[in-house]
């Protein structure tokens, strides 16, 4: 139970933050994205300002050897580059510049966005289901060919 | 107008907050895409509830402040729904890819000082940039 009230916090801070920032408004993202049109510097302080608390808090993490709620920390991230890592951010750049919209701030928007977010909202999950199995077409394909 | 870096500065904040608060008492990586999609293809189920009550306040922390803004919030998204589900549908498929978002590959990611992370953002942005340009200038569909 504790452990959902925390995640309900954090993810409730997470909103709040799109909300307040205007990160839910899909010209600021385009605004920041458009760099030949009136450019929008706002996203580049959403996410400076967002990189200083999580900067303090992976040194707090590295002082403790386990989460406060008990559990694991998650385990140290792979260093490998691989095509599937750049080629999915493409993928996803081209979505996000095309909409405005990221996963979070689609979610955050729901209530009060209108239609066109639920429009949105629902290809994303979409995506999602059947992401395995684009992935996996992928895999075949590129080690087919290497 | 002149207050809005403010403001983004303020929510970026409370954005790395609700980072730092999920990393440090749950144990998890603040990722939107990958909390998201980890319910959607069943690869997380079992840390459903806490997934669900994170996307809760997500939804319902604007659900609270929206009547704090009396001319209400406009979100200036497009009416054209194809635009729409070939963004999602990117998004989506584009995220699980790459395993993370905005939120996990560069709010969390970068300040971690992952190279994965740093890349993903780069790319991402690159790509958002010249899709903007290519949509918008060239094309005008957005």
């Not at chain 1, 954090?10 to 049109?37: E, H, I, N, R, Y």
């Not at chain 1, 993490?61 to 008990?70: C, F, H, I």
């Amino acid at each position: 139970m504790i452990r959902n009230i925390y995640a309900f916090i954090a993810g409730g801070f997470f909103g709040a933050g799109l909300f307040v920032s205007g990160m839910t408004d899909t010209a600021k993202v385009q605004g920041w994205l458009d760099v030949f049109g009136t450019w929008d510097p706002t996203l580049a302080f959403v996410m400076g300002g967002a990189m200083i608390p999580m900067f303090i808090a992976w040194r707090l993490r590295e002082r403790r050897s386990t989460p406060v709620l008990g559990g694991t920390f998650p385990p140290a991230p792979p260093q490998k580059i691989d095509h599937k890592l750049v080629v999915g951010s493409l993928m996803f750049g081209a979505g996000w510049g095309l909409a405005g919209l990221c996963p979070g701030p689609s979610v955050a928007s729901l209530s009060y966005g209108g239609v066109g977010h639920w429009v949105f909202f629902a290809a994303m999950i979409t995506g999602m289901a059947i992401a395995p199995f684009v992935i996996g077409r992928y895999t075949r394909l590129t080690t087919a060919a290497a | 107008m002149q207050m809005e870096w403010i403001w983004g500065l303020i929510g970026g904040l409370l954005i790395g907050t609700g980072g730092a608060v999920y990393l440090l008492a749950n144990g998890r990586i603040m990722g939107a895409s990958g909390i998201i999609g980890g319910l959607v293809d069943g690869t997380a189920w079992n840390a459903w509830a806490e997934r669900v009550t994170f996307l809760a306040g997500v939804f319902l922390l604007p659900v609270a402040l929206y009547p704090l803004y009396p001319n209400g919030v406009d979100t200036h998204v497009t009416d054209n729904w194809a635009v729409l589900i070939a963004a999602g549908l990117l998004v989506g498929v584009g995220t699980r890819m790459a395993n993370g978002c905005t939120s996990g590959h560069g709010v969390c990611g970068i300040p971690r000082l992952s190279m994965r992370g740093l890349v993903a953002t780069m790319t991402y942005i690159v790509a958002g940039g010249i899709g903007v340009v290519i949509f918008r200038h060239w094309l005008g569909v957005i």
